[in-house]
Structures are given as structure tokens and as C-alpha cells.
């Protein structure tokens, strides 16, 4: 079977949460069918990584879509009435290019990764669509946060009225969580949606593995992971260096807060004058910082699907002191591990009664290997789309069944 695969971003198995979903997405779907690839990369550095799918794709193509031309094209059809994220990825390129495609190629189905790949599936097409989360939310969260809050509360009405429209359009929609998708059942008025959770690499993820090369500092430290122009990361960041930071180094002052992620943005960086704050950036390495840590925070006031730092912190044997923000997106079954705190006082207090030593807590790693396993999780997804062709599909509230992939032909 030819499965369309269209992604908003170039899937990736080593960088931030979104492109390692997509990612798995594609090598579950590629054990069994023929996989083609359509999507976005940010730059030129991202496409030279495109080559590395065709191991698992047989076809690839991805357009290179600069942020900043993006935004003003966008923005422009922003003032003429469009949702701002819809209109950054429209491009009449690949448009031009997945309907050559499937003129083609005779698909027998069709997954768009994230709402902006939806008004480019084909159509007459089994549909399945990977919103991951209900973003129109997240913009509604910024509205009251954010200036200007009247725009982004206008995103958000513009946003969730195509989350409603394209969810009609399509034959299964996904949710990366439970929260999410009963979120999306409200706002819609009972649409048919489901999920399946987020896992992790338990392979690279494996605090018994010597790694290679060390990065860290001698100093005691605590760590933050996450990519760094990303608002809530900045603001989760921010307000433990200026919140915990002075308390936690009022009892240890060498004591030092490591925030570490890709592209730190210009309120990033500045965090970096706080006393005892280090903007680390990108490192080549990300699990010697959560190893070595005399604690890993999670400390967002505004979290949205699944986070997957979060993730293999636990996947690493570590505990993880999070707000209740990032503890409601795992709903009523908070994962072991996770320390959930609900005031700077309360992340402080923790830390300090834990005294967490920098070495693993396998009963935390087996725990999440269970629950965030990636090839169960995708069961969901791969049973879905199969039953088209092998027969009845069975939702989430039920066993679904391991089915035999069929033999996968060359492009």
C-alpha cells in the first residue's frame, strides 16, 4: 500500500519533540507499505538531513521554508483575514508537487502531520490526521499572557475555526493525549477523535550506556531542556532563574541552573545575567545534562500536548519536579517520577527534601518504558490506517491486535 506521508516540519529522531513523532510516525508506517514523503524544512542545514529518510521512505521531498519570508507572506494574509499559522505554510510549490504525485501514484491513503498539512491531502483519499494538540488553545493561553493579546486571541478564533472544518474533512483525527482530544470532542460537539501517547528511544535513553564525550560542568547544577524560542520554554526557564534560583543558592551558592536547547532567542539569552544562570544553548549531547543533574525541571505555565523532555528524563531513571501545568498532560495517571509543584516555594522545597544524587532510579525507567513505548503507541495509528485493507479496526478503548505487515517493495 502507498501511504502520502505530508509533515509541516522535517522529521527527525534526534530533535525537538514534534520531528521525533512525525519521525517514528514514518518508520512504523514504512514496515509495512510504501511510505512518500512531502515537507517543510526551516533552511538548507535541515535539507541536507532530508537524504538520511530514504531509508525509510520511497520517495522524498522537502521545500525549504525560511521563517523569516514565511512570516511576512503570512502576515500579509494574516491582515486579509487567514489564520497566521495556516498561511506559513501555504505554498503553491508543494501544492504543485503532491498533485503531481498523485497523479502518479495511486494512494491508498493519505496522513497529514499537523493542521497545516491538511488542505494538502488529495482528494477521493483515506484520511488520517496527527493534530497532535488543539493549538487554537495554546493561543488562547497566549492572549491572556502575551502582548498584543487582542491578535493572538484573533489567532485563536481563526485557528480553532480550521481545526473544526479540516477535523469534519478527514476520516480519523489523532491527539498526542487523552486531555487533547477530549479537549477537541468539547469544542467540536462530540467529533470522532482519539490518541496515542508519545514514546521515547529506550535504546539511546539508557542511563547504563558510557557515553563518549562529557560536556558538563564540575559545579552542582539543575537543568532545564528545551528548545529556546519557544515562549513557554522561556518562560518556564525564566521564572525558575528568577523565582527558585536565588532560594536554592541562598543553601549552596556554587549551585548553577543550566537551561539547555537550540536556539536560544534574545529573552533566552538574557536569562544568562541571573546569578548563577548559564544559557548552555545546543549541545551534541542532551543526556549527560539530565544524568548529571542534581535535579531536572520542567517549570512551564503554559504546556500544551506531551513533553518530550520530560520523557526521557524518565526514560534516564531521573525524577522530574514539574509544574501542574505539565502534570495535567498526562491526565489523571501522572507518570512515576514526575514531582508535580505548584509554586516557586513548592519547586525549592522539593529539591532540597529529595537531594536527588545524580544516578538513575530504574524503577522510574521500567515504569515509562511501559507507557511510552513507541511501537505500541503506534499501534493505534498503523491498525487504522490497515483496516482499510486487512479488515475492522479497533479503537483505543479496546485490544488492538499486532497485525502482519505486509512485505515492503522497492520505489
Request: hydrophobic share 40%.
Amino acid at each position: 500500500m502507498d501511504i502520502l506521508f505530508l509533515s509541516h516540519c522535517l522529521p527527525n529522531a534526534r530533535m525537538k519533540g514534534e520531528k521525533i513523532r512525525a519521525f517514528q510516525e514514518i518508520v512504523a508506517l514504512s514496515q509495512g507499505h510504501r511510505v512518500h514523503l512531502a515537507c517543510f524544512a526551516r533552511n538548507g542545514q535541515e535539507l541536507g538531513l532530508a537524504g538520511e529518510l530514504n531509508k525509510y521512505c520511497d520517495s522524498v521531498y522537502a521545500e525549504v521554508r525560511p521563517y523569516a519570508n514565511a512570516m511576512i507572506a503570512a502576515g500579509v494574509r494574516f491582515c486579509g483575514g487567514a489564520s497566521l499559522n495556516m498561511a506559513f505554510y501555504a505554498s503553491s510549490t508543494m501544492r504543485q508537487y503532491i498533485d503531481r504525485l498523485a497523479t502518479e501514484i495511486k494512494f491508498s491513503a493519505a496522513v497529514a502531520y499537523t493542521l497545516p498539512m491538511s488542505p494538502y491531502v488529495p482528494r477521493e483519499i483515506f484520511k488520517v490526521l496527527d493534530m497532535v494538540d488543539v493549538d487554537s488553545e495554546k493561543w488562547r493561553q497566549y492572549a491572556r499572557k502575551r502582548w498584543p493579546g487582542l491578535l493572538y486571541n484573533l489567532e485563536a478564533k481563526r485557528l480553532r475555526k480550521c481545526e473544526l472544518h479540516y477535523g469534519r474533512q478527514f476520516d480519523q483525527t489523532f491527539f498526542v493525549s487523552r486531555q487533547e482530544a477530549q479537549l477537541y470532542q468539547e469544542i467540536s460537539g462530540g467529533a470522532a477523535a482519539e490518541c496515542f501517547e508519545n514514546g521515547v528511544d529506550f535504546d539511546y535513553f539508557d542511563p547504563s550506556k558510557e557515553l563518549t564525550h562529557i560536556d558538563c560542568p564540575a559545579k552542582p547544577f539543575v537543568t532545564f531542556v528545551g528548545t529556546m524560542n519557544y515562549f513557554p520554554n522561556v518562560d518556564g526557564a525564566g521564572w525558575f532563574a528568577r523565582e527558585m534560583m536565588p532560594a536554592l543558592r541562598s543553601r549552596e551558592p556554587e549551585l548553577e541552573f543550566l537551561i539547555v536547547g537550540a536556539e536560544p532567542n534574545k529573552q533566552a539569552l538574557q536569562l544568562g545575567s541571573c546569578p548563577g544562570v548559564r544559557v548552555v544553548g545546543p549541545v551534541r549531547d542532551v543526556r549527560p545534562f539530565i544524568q548529571q543533574a542534581r535535579a531536572v525541571v520542567a517549570p512551564l505555565r503554559l504546556a500544551r500536548g506531551m513533553q518530550n523532555k520530560v520523557l526521557e528524563a524518565l526514560a534516564l531513571g531521573r525524577r522530574v519536579y514539574a509544574t501542574s501545568e505539565v502534570c495535567k498532560t498526562f491526565g489523571n495517571d501522572v507518570p512515576p517520577g514526575i514531582v508535580r509543584c505548584d509554586s516557586a516555594p513548592e519547586f525549592v522545597a522539593a529539591i532540597w527534601a529529595a537531594n536527588d544524587a545524580p544516578s538513575p532510579d530504574f524503577k522510574i525507567r521500567e515504569q515509562a518504558q511501559v507507557r511510552f513505548n513507541w511501537e505500541t503507541n503506534l499501534n493505534v495509528l498503523t491498525a487504522r490506517i490497515e483496516s482499510q485493507i486487512n479488515g475492522p479496526y479497533f479503537p483505543t478503548n479496546q485490544p488492538a491486535p499486532l497485525l502482519a505487515p505486509l512485505r515492503r517493495t522497492s520505489a
